[in-house]
């Protein structure tokens, strides 16, 4: 998915399902994301933090932001996502810059009223209609409803009386827990039993419960923030990939060089080569 990104400037699609649904991939990419929720009820998995959506939440995830969505409450959901990069709506802004406070944040979510539903909405219609049907200065166009749209994002933003905060229930503090362990620990060994030890929980609960509230098992979780230190380090550094591999928590080169394909849908050094 993440190179399926990279083809492009922007993307707007809507998507209904009838029946439950959870994503069951590891999920990040170099291009921003809007998520706005039509129907239904979803759990939003983001770094390390999960949010719950109700319909008409709208959530802005930044660039290489992990994330996954899962089921919650009624099974039949209905979304528009968009997809773009940042020189996309800038490209028509000539040298004027679009500065946006969410632009540097990990993510936003917003809890439009039933009038700034309404606004969204009938923007996000206008652009699948674009998509849809292409005519004369079509990305033109595109490009004017999407900074409309983040300047409306940006309004309901200022206007809000308070952030949405994540979920935080008993469960979900320990599953903080154990990923703030993880992010402190992923260039080491970890293991199931270490942290069944630690946490005071046994291994198959453990599994259990860090699964139904993230969509990851521990070990996805841990091999996709390693290869997210792995693409800064090919991308900032000039480290040897043999060091990066070493250096981020894998025990053979061989390995990371699977799994880092396997997330990133290149190899290393075809992603350093393409990113430097």
Same mark, same amino acid.
């Given at each position: 998915?993440?190179? $399926? !990104?990279?083809?492009?400037?922007?993307?707007?699609?809507?998507? !209904?399902? @009838?029946? @439950?649904? /959870?994503?069951? =991939?590891?999920? %990040? *990419? $170099?291009? &921003?994301?809007?998520? &706005?929720?039509? @129907?239904?009820?979803? /759990? &939003?998995?983001? +770094? #390390?933090?999960? &949010? /719950?959506?109700?319909?008409?939440?709208?959530? %802005?995830? #930044?660039? +290489?932001?992990? *994330?996954? =969505?899962?089921?919650?409450? =009624?099974?039949? *959901?209905?979304?528009?996502?968009? +997809? %773009?990069?940042?020189? %996309?709506?800038?490209?028509?802004?000539?040298?004027?810059?679009?500065?946006?406070?969410?632009? /540097?944040?990990?993510?936003l979510l917003l809890r439009p009223d039933a009038h700034e539903q309404g606004t969204i909405e009938n923007l996000l219609f206008a652009m699948l209609k674009e998509q849809q049907e292409p005519r004369g200065h079509q990305s033109l166009y595109l490009q004017t409803l999407l900074i409309q749209f983040l300047i409306e994002m940006n309004r309901i933003r200022e206007s809000a009386q308070a952030a949405i905060a994540p979920a935080n229930d008993e469960k979900q503090r320990k599953v903080y827990e154990i990923i703030e362990y993880l992010q402190a620990r992923y260039s080491g060994t970890v293991t199931l039993e270490e942290l069944s030890e630690r946490f005071f929980l046994s291994v198959p609960y453990l599994c259990r419960l860090f699964k139904q509230t993230t969509g990851f098992t521990i070990i996805e979780y841990l091999n996709t923030i390693r290869v997210q230190e792995a693409q800064r380090r090919l991308r900032e550094s000039s480290d040897s990939v043999t060091r990066i591999a070493e250096d981020t928590g894998f025990d053979s080169i061989a390995h990371f060089g699977r799994v880092f394909k396997a997330i990133a849908k290149r190899s290393p050094l075809q992603y350093r080569k393409q990113n430097r």
């Amino acid at each position: 998915m993440q190179e $399926e !990104k990279q083809e492009f400037l922007f993307c707007v699609e809507q998507v !209904k399902r @009838a029946g @439950a649904f /959870s994503m069951d =991939t590891d999920h %990040f *990419h $170099e291009t &921003y994301e809007i998520y &706005y929720l039509l @129907a239904g009820e979803r /759990s &939003y998995y983001i +770094n #390390n933090l999960v &949010y /719950s959506l109700r319909k008409g939440d709208l959530i %802005f995830i #930044n660039r +290489n932001e992990l *994330h996954r =969505t899962m089921a919650r409450g =009624t099974v039949r *959901h209905e979304r528009i996502l968009i +997809n %773009f990069r940042r020189e %996309f709506p800038q490209e028509m802004l000539g040298g004027n810059s679009l500065t946006l406070p969410f632009f /540097s944040e990990q993510c936003l979510l917003l809890r439009p009223d039933a009038h700034e539903q309404g606004t969204i909405e009938n923007l996000l219609f206008a652009m699948l209609k674009e998509q849809q049907e292409p005519r004369g200065h079509q990305s033109l166009y595109l490009q004017t409803l999407l900074i409309q749209f983040l300047i409306e994002m940006n309004r309901i933003r200022e206007s809000a009386q308070a952030a949405i905060a994540p979920a935080n229930d008993e469960k979900q503090r320990k599953v903080y827990e154990i990923i703030e362990y993880l992010q402190a620990r992923y260039s080491g060994t970890v293991t199931l039993e270490e942290l069944s030890e630690r946490f005071f929980l046994s291994v198959p609960y453990l599994c259990r419960l860090f699964k139904q509230t993230t969509g990851f098992t521990i070990i996805e979780y841990l091999n996709t923030i390693r290869v997210q230190e792995a693409q800064r380090r090919l991308r900032e550094s000039s480290d040897s990939v043999t060091r990066i591999a070493e250096d981020t928590g894998f025990d053979s080169i061989a390995h990371f060089g699977r799994v880092f394909k396997a997330i990133a849908k290149r190899s290393p050094l075809q992603y350093r080569k393409q990113n430097r």
